[in-house]
């Protein structure tokens, strides 16, 4: 199945091909519209907000200064209960790992519920290519899935298509469709197809919304059942997940769960919460005879060995943020091209895809603050972004060892303009001389001045330079003191 992919390098025009697309700009004012709405109406006292994000905040970091030691206490406590896990450096590793977790089982056929991390490593294109049949089965995955896309937001994946877009992808690819535009004939219908792949399914694979370090218990945070379905149906559960979701206690559930909920689509509890403990035992007739674990890296440790960056693991994968960002809402998630969108996204991507390749995304902020103001879990999104911004444009041989290896966007014109302007800024005369002269050929100077004018006006420069101006007015001051300060 080839995939419609989209890449950061070309976000500039990926973002105008999406701001000039009114159908996708209308689908997404409306439905971030209705999750701004829904957050702020599930969080009306302040105060009760202010505390929430203050304790979730301690845990997230509580638990990522923990890290090592609590990887190492839920792979014991996994393996107690049953759990098989498995440790995948990179998203190639992860890969190879699933697909032969799945071949050894003479599998062909494979369920899948939600999960960024399998997007994040791109398995469906990857076991499709092994013959394996991966179909997703949460609803708006399915949808996406169907249209040959990806996400285009964290929990809502197919939030940039209508009703209407939807009936019309059912009608290509449903049998004996019935053409509706009701949203729950077009709900049911998308479920009696999947329920076939349930029964058929060989393997279940699901993501991880929080792992327990202190019982072995993996959750998972769903609305449709189908992770239930997913994890309960097929003889064989895989579990794939980045390492940062950890948490330490049983009792660091609850308030991360709620908060979570209530950020992502202002629901108080989601219709259901997955608790797994290990493969069935005897005498019980439900669930699979094996589970899996899989851990994934891929560029999370690089983070985490930088204080700074390191707050970008507390992400509890929400949406919050995007669903307030003035350039997310309008552009919406594809133009990013990366599988996290929006302010997360920009923060994250660099770590998975190298600052090199996602220079462009650190810089379409306008540094607003929204994202930080509604995060949960309080990650400084605008400052880290600022942070990675700075690290872009050095030269490789000058980045920070936690960024090391991702190559830089650094422009030899660039650093080359700067350094000079450095230059001329210490050596006043040579400055002065240098501004005056500008002032007066700039009116001469062909515009545009690139990308800046694309958009804006040409900027009119002033008839004198700073200094001038401010040596005029201490001339005429000094004129008028000698002069008794005539009026
Ligand atoms: S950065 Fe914060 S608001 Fe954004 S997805 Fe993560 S937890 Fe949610």
């Not at 203050?54 to 393996?79: D, F, G, V, Y």
């Not at 896309?149 to 809502?156: A, C, K, R």
């Not at 872009?392 to 302007?421: I, V």
């Amino acid at each position: 199945m080839s995939v419609q992919h989209y890449y950061p390098s070309q976000f500039k025009q990926q973002a105008s091909d999406a701001l000039a697309n009114q159908t996708l700009r209308s689908n997404f004012r409306g439905a971030m519209d209705y999750l701004q709405q829904k957050r702020k109406d599930a969080f009306s006292d302040p105060q009760e907000l202010a505390q929430l994000r203050e304790h979730a905040e301690n845990i997230r970091q509580r638990c990522l200064s923990k890290l090592p030691q609590l990887l190492e206490q839920l792979e014991k406590n996994c393996q107690a209960n049953g759990i098989q896990v498995h440790w995948a450096e990179d998203a190639k590793q992860a890969q190879q790992l699933i697909a032969e977790l799945i071949q050894s089982q003479g599998a062909t056929k494979v369920v899948k519920g939600k999960s960024m991390v399998t997007e994040e490593i791109e398995l469906n294109q990857h076991l499709e290519g092994l013959g394996i049949e991966c179909v997703e089965s949460d609803m708006g995955e399915y949808i996406v899935q169907l249209a040959k896309e990806t996400p285009s937001h964290i929990i809502m994946p197919a939030i940039h298509k209508n009703k209407q877009q939807v009936a019309d992808l059912f009608k290509q690819h449903i049998k004996d469709f019935d053409y509706t535009l009701s949203v729950d004939k077009l709900i049911q219908t998308g479920r009696e197809a999947l329920r076939t792949k349930f029964k058929q399914a060989e393997v279940g694979i699901s993501g991880v919304n929080f792992a327990v370090a202190e019982t072995g218990t993996l959750c998972l945070v769903e609305n449709e059942g189908n992770g239930r379905m997913t994890t309960t149906v097929p003889p064989v559960h895989i579990a794939v997940t980045g390492i940062e979701k950890v948490v330490e206690f049983l009792s660091d559930v609850p308030p991360l769960f709620s908060i979570l909920t209530r950020s992502a689509t202002g629901q108080h509890i989601t219709t259901y919460f997955n608790m797994i403990s290990g493969p069935r035992r005897a005498p019980e007739r439900d669930g699979p005879s094996e589970v899996h674990l899989v851990l994934l890296d891929n560029g999370r440790s690089q983070a985490y060995a930088d204080e700074a960056l390191r707050k970008t693991l507390q992400c509890i994968r929400c949406g919050a943020c995007m669903n307030h960002c003035p350039v997310y809402t309008r552009v919406g998630g594809h133009a990013y091209g990366t599988t996290y969108p929006g302010p997360i996204g920009k923060i994250i991507s660099p770590h998975l895809q190298g600052l090199a390749q996602t220079s462009d995304l650190v810089t379409a902020s306008s540094l607003c603050g929204a994202c930080e103001e509604v995060c949960p879990v309080k990650i400084p999104i605008p400052s880290l972004l600022q942070r990675l911004r700075h690290d872009a444009k050095l030269p490789a041989a000058e980045q920070t060892p936690s960024l090391k290896g991702q190559a830089s966007a650094a422009s030899w014109t660039e650093h080359t303009a700067w350094r000079m302007w450095a230059w001329l800024s210490t050596h006043p005369s040579i400055y002065n001389w240098a501004m005056a002269v500008g002032v007066k050929l700039a009116k001469y100077l062909p515009m545009p001045m690139g990308e800046w004018t694309r958009c804006r006006n040409k900027p009119e420069l002033a008839s004198q330079t700073f200094h001038q101006t401010m040596k005029r007015r201490a001339s005429k001051s000094v004129t008028r003191s000698a002069t008794g300060g005539a009026r």
